[in-house]
């Protein structure tokens, strides 16, 4: 028995041995030889190049990117279409119950937990599966196998977590996004890793026809450099890497059917041509889990591998706003009768390998989609006429246990050819095959054509009839001169170097590229946990129905008496919340105010700052005393504080001192930049010869920032001191805040403009659990573009302009929309009064407008 992490990377990964390869008898564990299938050594069947810039039906021939394999072929992918491979060379079975060892030390409900593996191994055992399997030896990946796709730096790291104490694992895993680690983590992650390699070699080799991998931790969220969601190694990515670099496999097929989109196995071969990628995923406009623009369908890979990731991103929380079905049966089996099957049919893989999530089964609690086992019996069944058959399935999520075994139980029918018996409510009225499918609907249908039409130019199968082929971008050049001088100089340079408008539109994107170096945007910080964003607001709100988005009002503080009656108001009007904050018109004492008008900035450290700074805290004071008298009039009301009397790093002791129970905190002073950018002044001369005012413009990216940024740092140190538990919302990109871009309040703005907004709050969201941003002008409705941006790492608030139609645009792009009273009572021109008291009827209309929208 091998007992240490160390000892099982020790283990010779090398199972075949002079043509032949170990394998484990199914009936009694036995290891016997098996010589290698006949037909490993026929001719390789020439790839289809893709055909970028060429005119449909050019089908050269190329290799992939990788370096030809003098002296090894890999197995023909030829095989008739819609054949099924036949059960002759057996069905491999992966599983070893020592990958259990990983577990959460502090949740033993955790979703990704140990009993989804024991529970689909009993299954397939009940199913008589099982016994029909050949079981193959399970293995630790070494440490050789585990840098083809990750660096020294995360290898290390993760191999010595046996080494740690449980308290360090658990601190470990909290540094990640979505992760939990224990000491036996090690020993499951590199068992799960090189478990699938075995099962990916075993079929290349032909020791059996097809695979499945019953195996956890799951991988396909796992980055180069850090874990991620779940997953520590990159377990698909290593084993295709593998079988390529020994040459068992040249045009491997990756198809993730997991619910969430596989980010780092995208990453790992975004430049890849001898890999397919093939993700088909719940995506709703980048705002579910890993969240971002990496799994839109306009994300099809770069460099040599432009085209050779294929996202099909479903949006599930659109479709339930307008009331349409979750995507089901139907809507999978047309994502791959329209995209994958012709594309598979010019890629001509000889290796096919699922990521078979089942976290968009039916019944799944993060999901909530509507795939059946019959549903994933039938996709299976798809993939088994490509690549000779050769199908790998290897587990990835998926959380409820019934579904996850009913689901593999399915894919393991259809390995071997087997039909899926009927219900048990129809038992005896047919052999279990599915009837004719009913159609997709129209709302998922659609993204199916989108991503059609998106790659056609890429992809010959993929063309109507008569469809014109548009040059990619890929292929544009900038002109140097386009890259260099004054915007003018540049725009000048581009507008030579076009042939067409329509081509300048592309050149202009490609120059913006790299003017801002939108290929070299740093990666996220591991300590960034986009997913456990949504859950840290779901749980400060306990669990609330109405919403997201939750609805707060902004009360502007004057006396205990004004909040109290206030804050009633709010919570009849239906409001989730309400957030006080000092304007500068509150101090205790009053005498303290010293003729100073508004927000005065304090410090808890050193001198008092003056006479402003003695306002400062006399504004904090007063707005304690508020506070105390909310909470006893409204013992369970959700209360949040703003301070922007205070730098961001000192909020948390003030907060614990002065107003403990508070739910959340907002802090507006929150000093973080994503970038620095170049600026340049123009001057527009339109408009009758007359100069206008000076506009500063974003000509260029000087250098990407992290966030490690000292005062992020010491926010984020300060929490901890603290132990402040309650949300805490941060100022991104809002008024009184530096600009990263001219156009980030347009909803005209480019891609450079929507990434440097995106990694602002990437950063922001390392110190934050939730981003706020709002239009910088009050009487203007925050562009929805910007809302876009920003959302899909973290939480994003929106300070409501009050503008009629702004929820309408909004209301699918926020997660928590705040309502400051002086926007519902007509914005800056409102009278004083005005800000000290809601409107009931104005607040309860507001609120209905974003419950409707």
């Known amino acids: 028995m091998v007992s240490s992490a160390a000892e099982l990377s020790n283990l010779s990964p090398d199972f075949a041995v002079g043509g032949s390869a170990l394998v484990l008898s199914p009936k009694n564990g036995s290891v016997a030889r098996a010589a290698l299938a006949p037909g490993t050594e026929q001719q390789d069947t020439p790839r289809r190049r893709l055909a970028i810039g060429r005119t449909p039906g050019d089908a050269s021939v190329e290799g992939g990117s990788k370096a030809p394999c003098d002296g090894a072929v890999a197995p023909s992918p030829s095989q008739p279409a819609g054949a099924v491979a036949s059960d002759g060379a057996g069905v491999g079975l992966v599983y070893d119950e020592r990958m259990t060892k990983h577990y959460n030390l502090l949740d033993d409900g955790h979703p990704e937990r140990p009993a989804r593996i024991v529970r689909i191994f009993e299954s397939l055992e009940e199913a008589g599966l099982a016994d029909r399997c050949v079981r193959i030896p399970c293995r630790a990946a070494t440490r050789e196998e585990l840098l ?64 499945i991998c019953v195996v956890r931790p799951p991988g396909h969220h796992a980055e180069c450099e850090c874990a991620m969601g779940f997953c520590m190694f990159g377990n698909v990515s290593l084993a295709v890497a593998e079988a390529q670099r020994t040459c068992l496999s040249k045009r491997t097929l990756i198809v993730d059917w997991d619910v969430h989109h596989g980010n780092g196995t995208q990453n790992m071969f975004d430049d890849d041509s001898a890999v397919l990628f093939f993700s088909v995923h719940r995506y709703d406009t980048g705002r579910f889990f890993p969240g971002g623009e990496l799994g839109h369908f306009e994300s099809h890979g770069k460099g040599e591998g432009a085209g050779y990731s294929v996202n099909v991103p479903w949006d599930v929380r659109g479709g339930f706003k307008k009331g349409h079905p979750a995507p089901g049966d139907a809507e999978y089996l047309e994502a791959f009768e329209k995209l994958l099957l012709p594309i598979a049919a010019d890629f001509q893989p000889d290796l096919v390998v699922v990521s078979s999530g089942f976290d968009a089964a039916a019944g799944d609690p993060l999901g909530e989609c509507e795939v059946t ?52 409510s129809e038992a005896g009225t047919g052999d279990g095959e599915a009837g004719p499918a009913p159609p997709a609907h129209h709302f998922h249908a659609e993204t199916v054509e989108r991503v059609r039409a998106h790659l056609a130019p890429l992809w ?58 939108l290929e070299e945007v740093p990666p996220d910080p591991p300590q960034v946990k986009s997913q456990e964003g949504w859950s840290t607001l779901r749980l400060s709100f306990d669990g609330s129905t109405a919403g997201p988005p939750y609805l707060l009002a902004m009360l502007h503080v004057l006396t205990p008496e004004q909040v109290v009656q ?7 009007a239906g409001a989730n919340g309400v957030v006080l904050v000092n304007s500068g018109h509150a101090h205790s004492p009053p005498e303290a105010a010293m003729a100073m008008l508004g927000v005065q900035r304090a410090s808890l450290k050193g001198p008092s700052g003056g006479a402003s700074g003695k306002a400062g805290k006399a504004q904090l004071e ?80 000087e250098k990407w920032l992290t966030d490690h940024q000292p005062a992020l740092k010491g926010v984020v140190r300060e929490r901890q001191i603290a132990s402040w538990k309650g949300l805490v919302i941060g100022s991104v990109a809002i008024q009184g805040q530096d600009r990263v871009h001219h156009a980030q309040d347009d909803d005209g703005m480019g891609d450079a403009c929507q990434t440097l907004l995106r990694h602002w709050v990437t950063i922001a969201s390392s110190v934050c659990d939730v981003v706020a941003t709002g239009s910088p002008d009050p009487g203007r409705a925050c562009a929805v573009a910007k809302l876009k941006a920003m959302g899909g790492v973290t939480p994003v608030a929106l300070t409501s302009s009050g503008c009629q139609g702004e929820d309408v645009g909004a209301a699918g792009c926020v997660d928590v ?15 004083e009064g005005k800000l000290f008291e809601f409107d009931i009827e104005q607040l309860r209309a507001w609120v209905s407008r974003w419950r409707d929208a």
């Not at 002109?479 to 030579?496: D, K, S, Y």
């Not at 206030?566 to 009849?572: D, R, V």
């Open 566 to 572: 206030s804050i009633g108001y709010a919570l009849q």
């Open 460 to 517: 010959p199968s993929l063309r109507a009839p008569g469809e014109e082929v548009v040059a990619q971008a890929s292929e544009l050049r900038v002109p140097a001169a386009a890259l260099r001088g004054t915007i003018a100089e540049m725009e000048r340079a581009l507008r030579e170097h076009a042939e067409s408008d329509e081509s300048y539109e592309r050149l202009r994107r490609r120059q913006q590229a790299v003017l801002f170096q």
């Open 817 to 831: 929309a705040i309502a400051d009273g002086r926007a519902l009572a007509g914005g800056a021109t409102a009278e």
């Open 373 to 424: 086992p019959a549903g994933y019996h039938a996709l299976t069944r798809m993939l088994l006429s490509l690549a000779g058959g050769r199908v790998v399935v290897v587990l990835e999520g998926g959380y409820n246990l019934e579904s996850i075994s009913n689901s593999m139980v399915a894919c393991t029918r259809a390995l071997f050819g087997d039909p899926m018996p009927p219900p048990a």
């Open 148 to 211: 083809l796709k990750h660096t020294e730096k995360h290898v290390d790291t993760m191999l010595n977590i046996e080494t740690l104490t449980e308290e360090e694992a658990t601190e470990l895993g909290e540094r990640y996004k979505s992760v939990y680690l224990c000491p036996g983590s090690a020993q499951a992650g590199l068992l799960a890793a090189g478990s699938v390699i075995e099962g990916v070699a075993a079929v290349c080799r032909g020791d059996v026809g097809r695979s």
């Open 622 to 701: 007063a707005l304690a005393e508020c506070f105390g008298a909310a909470r006893q009039a409204y013992p369970r009301a959700w209360l949040g504080v703003s301070l922007p009397q205070l730098p961001a790093a000192q909020v948390f002791k003030w907060l614990m001192s002065h107003c403990p129970t508070a739910n959340a905190v907002w802090l507006h002073q929150l000093a973080c930049k994503p970038a620095d950018v170049t600026w340049e002044s123009s001057v527009d001369a339109s408009g009758g010869g007359q100069p206008q005012q000076p506009q500063a413009l974003a000509v260029r990216l």
